[in-house]
């Protein structure tokens, strides 16, 4: 299940054709512009997440994404900077996922998520690491995501056990509920605040 439209909102087509060049440059040290690509299985709720923090909304009933999504959204922050993240929330299915490199080649930011009821989907964010560790950018800001927080009494996923993978490949790491909005914004905050204040063109 996605949680946003399948096809990039009316305004982002036109900014489509850049999307692999300086879109992880920043303008100034104060007002940053972030390229950030969401990774991970399907159905653990990616768009949900990004259609959350850049709405304020929830739609458990949307559509699956194909291909991928774009949105963004400017964040401040408490120093007075400014972060404009430009989101790519791309297909978890397995069909699409020779599509992601086009996504994560040039991100300054990586979210990879998963669901903490489904092991599955957290060997799959591990897969998604490892992609970016060998064909990202060397000074990528990665993000792991254990989505549906809500879901305590159905978890799977042990939070000691997300914490230490995050941990050893220097990642940080968050638990949220796209459902409830727990830890949504701050996921986004906490990625602004680590991300290098001179990010090159």
Not at 33 to 56: A, H, Y
Not at 164 to 177: C, L, V, W
């Amino acid at each position: 299940m996605g949680c946003s439209a399948s096809l990039p909102d009316r305004n982002s087509t036109a900014r489509l054709t850049g999307f692999n060049s300086e879109s992880n440059g920043a303008t100034d040290s104060k007002n940053l512009k972030v390229k950030l690509v969401l990774l991970g299985d399907s159905g653990v709720g990616k768009s949900c997440i990004v259609l959350r923090f850049v709405r304020g909304q929830f739609d458990p009933t949307s559509k699956v994404t194909v291909g991928a999504s774009f949105l963004s959204q400017t964040i401040a922050l408490q120093d007075s900077s400014t972060v404009k993240f430009e989101i790519w929330d791309t297909a978890g299915q397995e069909r699409y996922a020779a599509l992601a490199p086009l996504y994560y080649r040039g991100a300054g930011v990586a979210v990879v998520v998963y669901d903490i009821t489904s092991p599955e989907s957290f060997n799959k964010a591990q897969y998604w690491v490892k992609e970016l560790q060998k064909h990202g950018s060397p000074d990528i800001v990665m993000a792991l995501v254990g989505n549906k927080a809500d879901l305590q009494d159905s978890r799977q996923v042990p939070i000691q056990d997300a914490m230490d993978y995050a941990e050893k490949n220097g990642m940080f790491f968050i638990e949220t509920s796209a459902k409830t909005a727990d830890n949504i914004n701050q996921l986004f905050e906490e990625i602004a605040k680590r991300l290098p204040r001179t990010l090159s063109s």
